[in-house]
């Protein structure tokens, strides 16, 4: 069993399948349109200077987040488990 | 056949193969893909901006190109491009506005004939989701799939007419920034319209199960997505970097500064000088006369002082178009949020605040690229108080009226250099106070996450860059333009009424010189006299006028060179009142092109009235504080 963590604790570099958003149901929707969805592969990448906010690959595009809003979302972290970039277009 | 919504107003006769009324096709799609280049390139510059009534989202419209217009059937067609979306959840005003349109429900506004929908296809997977609401309107839509070079180049596979028939709707790979594939774009616009027919559709509430539809569509259809590029990674690697990220990242902004104020100097110079030579000859060629001092003192000092403006605000806009068009912008905002954060804000509005130093027209109207409402009210509402090109002119006549120009550490940093920097700070510090006032207060927002999509780095392109640089000129030449002329012609009358034995009065007795009278028990405690009064009550139109006025009050003749008004105006004034003016200007929201852009930007009066006030209290206790202190100490 592996734990589950919170978005904004992954490193550059680390990627993760989103799990659950837990925020407002218009805000969750409306970080979903932009391609944070549930059972789907996050790449984390560059932050501004001093960490916040950071920079996510999602589903073909880079969405910037600040650390209080990655805080809402919970991922399982796959970084060093054998799954490679098989599925670049989701689903 | 059911009948398209063109033919439903149409209540008798048989459909007729072209109606001849003109066409209005709206232009759909999300941010960054490439809907405005698109537009430009259909329209040209036969395009105007407009409002829709009681909201602040902003349209363009535009009629097609008449070397596309079909000979055959002459079908007239206008486009309207839509602020950009990426769903019709009505989560954003924008969204809210595209969805009433599409719908047929916003008031004053017809349906929309037609749809074209414009996509990234780089990313189709997840643009596709658009289409679903949008084909779910019943509009004859057209898919365009743009940056189709990018997806060549790069490997990308798509079986077109596939995804054509699964979408039931026209689907065309096309390059808008070259104009490849729009010979199928003409011919949807010219030929008969049909709603699209879907193969199936997903609960369009449902993101998942939307973002399931789309996948299914680009999968059936062969998508292969291209290759990630390589150049925004490696490009990020260095403009994100910890160390070379800020550094890159305040020459940037440095060179904008720079490029406002030593750049377009020369140029704004240059057209000074055209305007003041061509009204001397003006005056020379025109038999004297009232209406030949209101042509060239009232009416083309008017024009001169707005247009000298123009070199500077262009310039801006070439900046910030650049930074925009290459990606740039959005990785600044990145940077700097953490600092707006600081003050209440957030990192997407420090490029309207920096635009502001400039002139605050286009740093209102560059405050549109805020989500957050009430970001945004804060943005436009602090704008005014950074220093504005226009409190140039009376910050170097006072400065150096009253200053003595000696250096203070070197031959570079000057007592007077000291003095404007100290202006400059004041104003910067009074918008960082002000923002976290507001934002605890009246503009508290609910926690709306900081959500900015990063869009690959792109060459900007040229033809795009100029696009914007004359619609924005055109804008400001008109807004701005119109308004302070209009100020300047009265201002003009008011100091020449009324006449005795058709001579104009003195100053003094004038419509203008009673007004100044009025308000001098107003402005006293400040240590300004009623000419100051008529200097602040001119300039409430724009800025600069104060010093137009104050020469034509100090000598009417119009012959007086800077220095000897230099002389009159600290003859007049102690150095308390001197403090006090310029603590004025630095507050006080003297502009009514900014409170007329204001008023439209915000859709109402209460905004601009609530920002006139606020500014116009501190003004007054910041420069009542400024004259005591200054006494106090001289």
Same mark, same amino acid.
């Not at chain 2, 001092?293 to 806009?317: A, E, H, N, S």
């Given at each position: 069993?592996?734990?589950?963590?919170?978005?904004? %604790?992954?490193?550059?570099?680390?990627?993760?399948?989103?799990?659950?958003?837990?925020?407002?149901?218009?805000?969750?929707?409306?970080?979903?349109?932009?391609?944070?969805?549930?059972?789907?592969?996050?790449?984390?990448?560059?932050?501004?200077?001093?960490?916040?906010?950071?920079?996510?690959?999602?589903?073909?595009?880079?969405?910037?987040?600040?650390?209080?809003?990655?805080?809402?979302?919970?991922?399982?972290?796959?970084?060093?488990?054998?799954?490679?970039?098989?599925?670049? %277009?989701?689903? | 056949?059911?009948?398209?919504?063109?033919?439903?107003?149409?209540?008798?006769?048989?459909?007729?193969?072209?109606?001849?009324?003109?066409?209005?096709? /709206?232009?759909?799609?999300?941010?960054?893909?490439?809907?405005?280049?698109?537009?430009?390139?259909?329209?040209?510059?036969?395009?105007?901006?407009?409002?829709?009534?009681?909201?602040?989202?902003?349209?363009?419209?535009?009629?097609?190109?008449?070397?596309?217009?079909?000979?055959? #059937?002459?079908?007239?067609?206008?486009?309207?491009?839509?602020?950009?979306?990426?769903?019709?959840?009505?989560?954003?005003?924008?969204?809210?506005?595209?969805?009433?349109?599409?719908?047929?429900?916003?008031?004053?506004?017809?349906?929309?004939?037609?749809?074209?929908?414009?996509?990234?296809?780089?990313?189709?997977?997840?643009?596709?989701?658009?289409?679903?609401?949008?084909?779910?309107?019943?509009?004859?839509?057209?898919?365009?799939?743009?940056?189709?070079?990018?997806?060549?180049? =790069?490997?990308?596979?798509?079986?077109?007419? !596939?995804? &054509? $028939?699964? @979408?039931?709707?026209?689907?065309? *790979?096309?390059?808008?920034?070259?104009?490849?594939?729009?010979?199928?774009?003409?011919?949807?616009?010219?030929?008969?319209?049909?709603?699209?027919?879907?193969?199936?559709?997903?609960?369009?509430?449902?993101?998942?199960?939307?973002?399931?539809?789309?996948?299914?569509?680009?999968?059936?259809?062969?998508?292969? /997505?291209?290759?990630?590029?390589?150049?925004?990674?490696?490009?990020?690697?260095?403009?994100?970097?910890?160390?070379?990220?800020?550094?890159?990242f305040l020459t940037v902004v440095l060179a904008l500064f720079q490029s406002i104020f030593t750049l377009a100097k020369?140029?704004?110079?240059?057209?000074?000088?055209?305007?003041?030579?061509?009204?001397? *000859?003006?005056?020379?060629?025109?038999?004297?006369?009232?209406?030949?001092?209101?042509?060239?003192?009232?009416?083309?000092?008017?024009?001169?002082?707005? +247009?000298?403006?123009?070199?500077q605000?262009?310039l801006l806009?070439?900046f910030i178009?650049?930074?925009?068009?290459?990606?740039?912008?959005?990785?600044?905002?990145?940077?700097?949020?953490?600092?707006?954060?600081?003050?209440?804000?957030?990192?997407?509005?420090?490029i309207?605040l920096i635009s502001a130093y400039a002139?605050?027209?286009?740093?209102?109207?560059?405050?549109?690229?805020?989500?957050?409402?009430?970001?945004?009210?804060?943005?436009?509402?602090?704008?005014?108080?950074m220093t504005c090109s226009?409190?140039l002119?009376?910050?170097?006549? +006072?400065?150096?009226?009253?200053?003595?120009? $000696?250096?203070?550490?070197?031959?570079?940093?000057?007592?007077?250099?000291?003095?404007?920097l100290? @202006?400059y700070?004041?104003?910067f510090?009074?918008?960082?106070?002000?923002?976290?006032?507001?934002?605890? &207060?009246?503009?508290?927002? !609910?926690? #709306?996450?900081?959500?900015? !999509?990063?869009?690959?780095?792109?060459?900007? $392109? @040229?033809?795009?860059?100029?696009?914007?640089?004359?619609?924005?000129?055109?804008?400001?030449?008109? =807004?701005?333009?119109?308004?302070?002329?209009?100020?300047?012609?009265?201002?003009? +009358?008011?100091?020449?009424?009324?006449?005795?034995?058709?001579?104009?009065?003195?100053?003094?007795?004038?419509?203008?010189?009673?007004?100044?009278?009025?308000?001098?028990?107003?402005?006293?405690?400040?240590?300004?006299?009623?000419?100051?009064?008529?200097?602040?009550?001119?300039?409430?139109?724009?800025?600069?006028?104060?010093?137009?006025?104050?020469? #034509?009050?100090?000598?009417?003749?119009?012959?007086?060179?800077?220095? $000897?008004?230099? !002389?009159?105006?600290?003859?007049?004034?102690?150095?308390?009142?001197?403090?006090?003016?310029?603590?004025?200007? /630095?507050?006080?929201?003297?502009?009514?092109?900014?409170?007329?852009?204001?008023?439209?930007?915000?859709?109402?009066?209460?905004?601009?009235?609530?920002?006139? &006030?606020?500014?116009?209290?501190?003004?007054?206790?910041?420069?009542?504080?400024?004259?005591?202190?200054?006494?106090?100490?001289?």
């Amino acid at each position: 069993m592996i734990a589950t963590c919170k978005l904004s %604790e992954l490193a550059a570099g680390a990627e993760a399948i989103l799990e659950s958003i837990d925020l407002p149901e218009e805000e969750a929707r409306h970080l979903m349109v932009l391609g944070f969805l549930p059972g789907h592969r996050i790449e984390v990448g560059l932050s501004a200077p001093g960490g916040d906010p950071r920079v996510y690959r999602v589903d073909g595009s880079e969405v910037a987040l600040r650390r209080e809003t990655a805080a809402h979302l919970e991922t399982m972290p796959m970084t060093g488990l054998p799954f490679g970039k098989n599925d670049r %277009e989701g689903s | 056949m059911r009948l398209t919504s063109a033919e439903c107003h149409t209540p008798v006769g048989p459909p007729r193969p072209f109606p001849p009324r003109t066409r209005l096709v /709206a232009i759909v799609g999300p941010p960054n893909s490439g809907k405005s280049t698109l537009f430009n390139r259909l329209t040209g510059l036969h395009q105007k901006v407009a409002n829709y009534p009681g909201v602040t989202v902003e349209h363009r419209m535009g009629r097609l190109k008449a070397r596309y217009v079909d000979t055959g #059937t002459r079908q007239n067609v206008e486009l309207v491009d839509l602020p950009g979306i990426y769903s019709l959840n009505a989560r954003s005003e924008d969204e809210r506005v595209t969805r009433d349109v599409l719908a047929g429900l916003m008031p004053g506004v017809p349906r929309p004939d037609a749809v074209l929908l414009i996509l990234d296809s780089t990313n189709l997977g997840r643009q596709l989701m658009l289409a679903a609401p949008v084909l779910a309107t019943e509009l004859p839509t057209m898919v365009l799939l743009n940056m189709s070079d990018d997806l060549a180049r =790069r490997g990308g596979v798509l079986n077109v007419p !596939e995804l &054509s $028939k699964r @979408l039931g709707a026209p689907v065309a *790979l096309v390059t808008a920034r070259n104009g490849r594939g729009f010979d199928e774009i003409y011919d949807f616009l010219n030929a008969q319209l049909a709603p699209p027919r879907p193969v199936q559709l997903p609960i369009l509430q449902d993101v998942p199960k939307t973002r399931k539809w789309s996948a299914q569509m680009s999968f059936a259809s062969g998508y292969v /997505a291209p290759a990630p590029t390589k150049w925004t990674r490696r490009l990020d690697k260095v403009f994100l970097h910890p160390v070379a990220g800020p550094v890159i990242f305040l020459t940037v902004v440095l060179a904008l500064f720079q490029s406002i104020f030593t750049l377009a100097k020369p140029m704004m110079n240059g057209i000074a000088d055209l305007v003041s030579g061509s009204g001397n *000859l003006l005056t020379r060629i025109l038999p004297a006369s009232v209406f030949r001092d209101l042509l060239v003192q009232g009416v083309w000092g008017g024009v001169g002082t707005v +247009i000298t403006f123009l070199p500077q605000i262009l310039l801006l806009f070439l900046f910030i178009g650049f930074l925009e068009d290459s990606g740039y912008l959005a990785r600044a905002a990145l940077i700097a949020d953490r600092t707006m954060k600081g003050i209440g804000l957030q990192g997407k509005s420090f490029i309207p605040l920096i635009s502001a130093y400039a002139c605050a027209i286009p740093a209102v109207l560059a405050a549109r690229t805020i989500e957050n409402k009430r970001d945004r009210m804060a943005t436009i509402l602090i704008a005014p108080l950074m220093t504005c090109s226009a409190r140039l002119p009376i910050y170097v006549l +006072i400065i150096a009226a009253f200053i003595p120009d $000696k250096h203070v550490l070197g031959p570079l940093l000057g007592m007077r250099a000291i003095a404007m920097l100290s @202006l400059y700070i004041l104003g910067f510090l009074a918008a960082v106070a002000t923002a976290r006032v507001l934002k605890s &207060s009246i503009l508290r927002s !609910e926690r #709306t996450p900081f959500v900015l !999509e990063m869009p690959p780095y792109r060459w900007p $392109k @040229l033809s795009q860059l100029a696009m914007r640089l004359v619609d924005r000129g055109k804008v400001f030449l008109h =807004r701005a333009g119109t308004l302070i002329l209009g100020v300047a012609v009265v201002l003009w +009358i008011l100091l020449h009424v009324p006449t005795h034995n058709g001579q104009p009065p003195e100053i003094e007795h004038s419509v203008a010189g009673q007004i100044g009278h009025a308000i001098e028990p107003a402005i006293r405690p400040l240590g300004l006299n009623w000419k100051f009064g008529i200097g602040l009550i001119s300039s409430l139109a724009a800025r600069e006028t104060i010093v137009g006025t104050l020469g #034509t009050i100090y000598d009417t003749e119009g012959k007086e060179t800077n220095g $000897k008004l230099q !002389e009159a105006v600290r003859k007049e004034l102690s150095p308390a009142g001197a403090a006090a003016l310029l603590i004025f200007f /630095a507050f006080a929201l003297q502009c009514m092109s900014t409170i007329a852009v204001v008023r439209r930007e915000t859709a109402g009066w209460k905004w601009p009235i609530i920002q006139f &006030s606020y500014m116009l209290v501190l003004a007054y206790v910041g420069a009542f504080a400024a004259f005591h202190i200054v006494t106090w100490f001289t």
